[in-house]
Nanobody
Framework: QVQPVESGGGLVQAGGSLRLSCAVS????????MGWYRQAPGRQRESVAT???????TYADSVKGRFTVSRNNAENMVYLQMNSLEPEDTAVYYC????????WGQGTQVTVSS
């Protein structure tokens, strides 16, 4: 059972940046579309960004132009660069396959203060 491991969260002021990392132990990782998700208190988990094995990306409207998803297939890593952070971005961030079919990890907490 694949379970990604997220890291890189923290406390940042509005307007700041963070870079999240996700380590994935999966065979043929380069063929797997990956996604970043987030869950804020009292809200459902939502998709933030996806990236195919070939690097095609999609973003939620709320993060377009601010967040960038990338991957390193040689190292089985996925990244989420988050710029111009807003208090509304406060959430636990997770990575998973693009269809959310793997076990969920512990995620990494991102807190943006105003």
């Amino acid at each position: 059972q694949v379970q990604p491991v997220e890291s890189g969260g923290g406390l940042v002021q509005a307007g700041g940046s963070l870079r999240l990392s996700c380590a994935v132990s999966a065979t043929f990782f380069r063929l797997i579309a990956m996604g970043w998700y987030r869950q804020a208190p009292g809200r459902q988990r939502e998709s933030v960004a996806t990236i195919t094995g070939g690097g095609t990306t999609t973003y939620a409207d709320s993060v377009k132009g601010r967040f960038t998803v990338s991957r390193n297939n040689a190292e089985n890593m996925v990244y989420l660069q988050m710029n111009s952070l807003e208090p509304e971005d406060t959430a636990v961030y997770y990575c998973n396959s693009a269809n959310g079919g793997w076990a969920w990890g512990q995620g990494t907490q991102v807190t943006v203060s105003s």
